[in-house]
C-alpha cells in the first residue's frame, strides 16, 4: 500500500494550490483519509479529513472556509483544494490513511512542499 502526495509549489498570498493524495496497493473504503502539515519549528497539525465511505468531512478552524478535501473513488485519490492561501499556510503537507476500527495511522505519504509568499 503507497499513498503518493503531490501538487505542492510556490504561490502568493491569496492564491491556490490543490494537493493530491494518490493510494494504491489496496482499497481504502474502511479508512479515513488525512491531510497533516508541518511547518519548520512547528508541531505537526491536522488539516483535513474525509471518511471514504460517507464522504463526511472534518476542517481545523484555521483552514475552514479555505480549504476542501474531496475525494475520487474512481482514481482512488484525496484532494485538498486550497484557496485563499496565506503565509502561514507554509509548510510540508503530508496525507495519511488512519483505520476506521482502530483509530490507528496505518499508512502514511511522503510530503510535498507548499510556501506562500507575502
Known amino acids: 500500500v503507497q499513498l503518493q502526495a503531490s501538487g505542492g509549489g510556490l504561490v502568493q498570498a491569496g492564491g491556490s494550490l490543490r494537493l493530491s493524495c494518490a493510494a494504491s496497493?489496496?482499497?481504502?473504503?474502511?479508512?479515513?483519509m488525512e491531510w497533516f502539515r508541518q511547518a519548520p519549528g512547528k508541531d505537526r497539525e491536522f488539516v483535513a479529513s474525509?471518511?471514504?465511505?460517507?464522504?463526511?468531512?472534518t476542517y481545523a478552524d484555521s483552514v475552514k472556509g479555505r480549504f476542501t478535501i474531496s475525494r475520487d473513488n474512481a482514481k482512488n485519490t484525496v484532494y485538498l483544494q486550497m484557496n485563499s492561501l496565506k503565509p502561514e499556510d507554509t509548510a510540508v503537507y503530508s496525507c495519511?490513511?488512519?483505520?476506521?476500527?482502530?483509530?490507528?495511522?496505518?499508512?502514511w505519504g511522503q510530503g510535498t512542499q507548499v510556501t506562500v509568499s507575502s
Open positions: 474525509i471518511m471514504w465511505s460517507s464522504g463526511r468531512t
Open positions: 496497493g489496496g482499497t481504502f473504503s474502511r479508512y479515513i
Open positions: 495519511a490513511a488512519r483505520a476506521v476500527s482502530t483509530g490507528f495511522y496505518d499508512y
